[in-house]
T-cell receptor, first 113, second 108 residues
């Protein structure tokens, strides 16, 4: 148990729709990062939030956006879903920006049809 | 960006020691070496982190030579439940850069 929970665990959406994925971090973790993991690949960094502000972003288009809230919860929003967005989405929280030890949730499996 | 290279897959048997080596020729001064373990349909789990020489915890050891261009994760006496993907990462900034990892299969 990492203390990081994600919801929902599975989701099916239609191409063109929008989706919101949620993450609840450990209390005291000021940093949350989101990753996309395609089948058979390692996780790819989407972005990081530190104290409710975006701190860094990977190579993902603007239709991927996020929010972090004061209660250690966060959201990943994806607009205009494409078939290639089908993946496992992981959030990871840590005490600080340096990611000395990141705690991952179990992920949300998103399928776009 | 620091890039790591590790074997795609490894096979072992229960009770054996497994050593997974990772190459990171472009490691920067500020980079730490971190290993994660991932089971299917779960998020990665932190195993161990080090900067140089040897680090040991309750589940693994990490050996880092003086030039820091490689590292070796050592898993003592593996069991079937150690079957997973193991990722070696350079960790110096806000993001973790995962490669494709090493798929370890432990056989009875």
């Amino acid at each position: 148990e990492t203390g990081v929970t994600q919801s929902p665990t599975h989701l099916i959406k239609t191409r063109g729709q929008q989706v919101t994925l949620r993450c609840s971090s450990q209390s005291g973790h000021n940093t949350v990062s989101w990753y996309q993991q395609a089948l058979g690949q390692g996780p790819q960094f989407i972005f990081q939030y530190y104290r409710e502000e975006e701190n860094g972003r990977g190579n993902f288009p603007p239709r991927f956006s996020g929010l972090q809230f004061p209660n250690y919860s966060s959201e990943l929003n994806v607009n205009a879903l494409e078939l290639d967005d089908s993946a496992l989405y992981l959030c990871a929280s840590s005490y600080d920006i340096a990611n000395t030890e990141a705690f991952f949730g179990q992920g949300t499996r998103l399928t776009v049809v | 960006l620091a890039k790591t290279t590790q074997p795609i897959s490894m096979d072992s048997y229960e009770g054996q020691e497994v050593n997974i080596t990772c190459s990171h020729n472009n490691i920067a001064t500020n980079d730490y070496i971190t290993w994660y373990q991932q089971f299917p349909s779960q998020g990665p789990r932190f195993i161990i982190q080090g900067y140089k020489t040897k680090v040991t915890n309750e589940v693994a050891s990490l050996f880092i030579p003086a030039d820091r261009k490689s590292s070796t994760l050592s898993l003592p006496r593996v069991s079937l439940s150690d079957t997973a993907v193991y990722y070696c990462l350079m960790d110096s900034s806000y993001k973790l850069i995962f490669g494709s990892g090493t798929r370890l299969l432990v056989r009875p």
